[in-house]
């Protein structure tokens, strides 16, 4: 199995060998492509997505106060307003003011050009039809003193960075496994009218199987993208029509010849 993807591109003489298998190993065979594709998106998150986080982390432990969470009610050292913005995402912004405890509406929002808002006692977030929600801290059970400071945003990225690739690809993985089933299902549909119009004869476990080796093209295509900064346009057009020529290729590799007339 560890060629079957490269043969399934390159080659379709190798569906007559896909198209006698157990519908069983084409499922495998879609967990194995999983594995893969899951491995890259590790390199994804690792090359295009940690990166920004770390940034993240690293803006946050030099430009945002310490922040001392008790009873209920936030503190600066000083409680005074400031707003915070990123230097590179401008609406990644929100401002800080411990001193204050009246309400804060939506135009005092926009008015700083932020998307949240924190009081002593109540975080405001902005939605992006403008709807704002609050927070109520003072509602919060009591609890012990934390404070948010930058030894804090440190192990907070420390923690991250252990979590997020594990969970990334079993959750690559699982959604990558249960997404190309149903996909498989999907082309299966696509097989069974090739099949009729044709009028190959081919039974259903053979075009599910088909259908399952002739998204491999697709799948590497969708990997390379993942690490490509590039966009394909009509790129859902293509995955269809890609996977449907594979399909009648395959199926029409699978019907005997016409015997020649004597």
């Known amino acids: 199995m560890i060629l079957d993807p490269v043969n399934s591109i390159t080659s379709i003489e190798f569906y007559k060998k896909v198209a006698g298998q157990h519908p069983r190993r084409s499922v495998l065979y879609l967990c194995y492509l999983g594995l893969l594709f899951s491995l890259l998106f590790i390199v994804f998150l690792k090359v295009r997505i940690w990166p920004a986080f770390a940034e993240t ?24 307003k400031v707003t915070i913005r990123h230097p590179k995402q401008e609406q990644v912004a929100f401002t ?12 005092t ?14 975080m405001y977030i902005m939605e992006p039809g403008g709807k704002v ?15 948010f400071d930058a030894k804090f945003y440190r192990e907070l ?7 997020l690739y594990p969970l990334g690809f079993a959750a690559c993985f699982a959604m990558f496994v249960i997404w190309k089933l149903v996909a498989t299902l999907f082309y299966s549909l696509f097989a069974l009218l090739i099949n009729g119009l044709s009028e190959s004869g081919l039974p259903y ?4 199987n ?6 491999t093209l697709v799948v590497a295509v969708q990997a390379i ?10 790129f859902g057009f293509f995955t269809i029509v890609a996977t449907a020529i594979y399909l009648w290729l395959a199926i029409r590799r699978l019907v005997p010849a016409p015997p020649q007339a004597a």
């Open 109 to 122: 929002m926009r008015d700083d050009k932020v998307s949240a808002y924190v009081t002593a006692n109540v």
């Open 57 to 80: 982390f690293q803006w946050m432990e030099t430009s945002v106060p310490a922040i001392t969470y008790a009873n209920g009610r936030l503190s600066t050292p000083t409680n005074e």
């Open 225 to 234: 993208l993942m690490l490509v900064p590039a966009r394909v346009p009509f």
């Open 205 to 208: 476990r053979t075009l599910f």
């Open 133 to 147: 929600n609050a927070y109520d801290f003072s509602k919060s059970p009591p609890g012990k003193t934390v404070v």
């Open 96 to 107: 800080l003011d411990t001193g204050r405890t009246d309400p804060v509406n939506p135009q």
């Open 210 to 215: 088909l259908s399952a080796y002739a998204q």
């Open 157 to 163: 990225a420390r923690i991250l960075g252990l979590v």
